[in-house]
């Protein structure tokens, strides 16, 4: 486990690029500046030997193999909503100097699961990563830079000199007028070489050609006898009857904001879902919006959210226009009578729509990552992913802390704690209260009493009695009489008929538990195929 002086992500919207953060003597780095850049007193940087294993990459990635290019160094982390936030801006460097400039992502983990490569190469397809990274599993390459928070960077220069660091999320735009200022001055010296760099990218062989993949959410709803699944890195939303028969497909499967038909429509990693009669409500995670799906008409409207993100957290001022209020990744949604909650990641806050006004604002959490009980306006969330309720409570699975909350659905009382304890507090424990250990729960459901959750980096479903907070293992290990996982990293959860559909997000696949005899099966899908295959999923050579 990481020493609790490591700080856990880095604040949503506060750009920390010019802390002058005073790593280890062996690499004298300094904050990024464009007068670093040409300064003549840079040292070397030291090499990215100590990791367990490469992905992305036929082997390891050293220093003198990318020499004559900018290199990015991105230290990140698979759980952090920070990390995951500033992805879009790497790809878009990337996309801009794709013939002087080298990211490598340096995977240093905060849980014991991440140390795991196979979890890292499972995040490497599901966030779509396109550049080298290694799993810095014991955290060497982290402490030779001196990294204390997620997500930081460390720029060096085509000659192998430490240029400068920053953190956090916001910083495109400096990071762009530094690259430029080098690729001007290292074109002039003649010491940037500019031949193309190609990596031998993982998903040129795992394609997702499965029907799905890397299902997020999902909703089993008893009454109209349909499942609704939030089929995430598909990019589409993918709705069959109970027994899996396709019903229809919302969404191109092409990353997108768009509006329109269920076939024109685009999403970018939908994850929530939340049923109100023929509207289904979905979380476009990436798109930092709400969409409604009207299932009678086959369209799709944004009703919440700008489509782009807003990092700055509200405090608990009074809601605004839905559609244009900004959010920060929504990773899950849960409908109680006319108010549909959002489970706002990115924020660290629990937020509260009226659908029937259009109104959206937070609902609880003062926007600071911890895990601290108290009135809705003073209590602290960390990157809550996973919302239920029994009719009068609401439930978070508060992933960062691996926590589980609860809250009054009126907004009169307090935040409690069920199970979780802080943000380094982890582990795989049935028990009581502070006695019980998650490890980065992403769903939670209510069922006949009882909480279900996914507890997800433990691959497993465990049942909590909220008065008593006695927690166990419902189900996990592997199959009977095998080594085959019952789940792999599930995240979504939802129960219609005495059954509990589980989204088995690293497996790609549906499971499905009779909670009456805990037998456990796949949901065969009928009908159900992948979408095409974009471009930028095929090697060079098979894109022409």
Known sequence: MFRKAVVSCVVAGVALALIAVVMNAKTGARPLTLKAVESQNLEAA????????????????????????????????????????????????????????????????????????????????????????????????????????????????????????????????????????????????KTLNETPIKFDLIRYRDKGDTPLF???????????????????????????DLAGKKVAVIGSGTPGLKDGGFDAAQFNDPQGLALDGDTLYIADRKNHSIRAADLKAGTVTLVAGTGVQTQESRGMDRPGPAKTTGMNSPWDIHLAGRTLFIAMAGHHQIWAMDVDKGLVGPFAGDGRENIKDGPAYAARFAQPSGLADDGKFLYVADSEVSAIRKLPLNGEGRVETLVGTGLFDFGDADGVGTKAK?????????????????????????????????????????????????????????????????????????????????AVTTLTLEGVVAPPQSKDWLPPDAKK
């Open 46 to 189: 030291p090499d990215l030997d100590g990791g367990v294993a490469w992905l992305n990459s036929a082997g390891p990635v050293l220093l003198k193999d990318v020499k004559g290019k900018v290199v990015l160094l991105d230290f990140w982390t698979l759980c952090c909503i920070n990390c995951i936030h500033i992805m879009p801006d790497l790809a878009k460097l990337e996309k801009k100097y794709p013939n002087e400039l080298v990211v490598i992502g340096v995977h240093s983990p905060k849980f014991d699961n991440e140390k795991d490569t196979r979890s890292i190469r499972k995040a490497v397809l599901r966030y779509e990563i396109a550049h080298p990274v290694v799993n810095d599993a014991d955290r060497k390459i982290w402490d030779r830079f001196g990294i204390n928070s997620w997500p930081s960077m460390v720029v060096i220069d085509p000659e192998g000199k430490l240029v400068g660091q920053l953190s956090g999320e916001g910083n495109y735009d400096q990071l762009d007028r530094a690259i430029a200022k080098m690729v001007e001055v290292h074109r002039a010296k």
């Open 214 to 240: 890397f299902p997020g959410k999902v909703l089993a709803d008893a009454p109209s006898n349909r499942l609704f699944i939030a089929d995430s890195t598909h990019h589409r939303v993918v709705v069959t």
């Open 438 to 518: 998650l490890q980065h729960a992403l769903g939670v459901a209510f069922h006949d009493g009882k909480l279900i959750v996914a507890d997800t980096y433990n691959s497993k479903v465990k049942l909590i009695d909220p008065a008593t907070k006695a927690v166990t293992t419902l189900l996990g290990g592997t199959e009977p009489g095998t080594k085959t996982p019952l789940f792999d990293e599930p995240a979504g959860l939802s129960v219609a008929n005495g059954k509990l559909y589980v989204a088995d997000t690293n497996a790609h696949r549906i499971r499905v538990v009779d909670l009456a005899t805990k």
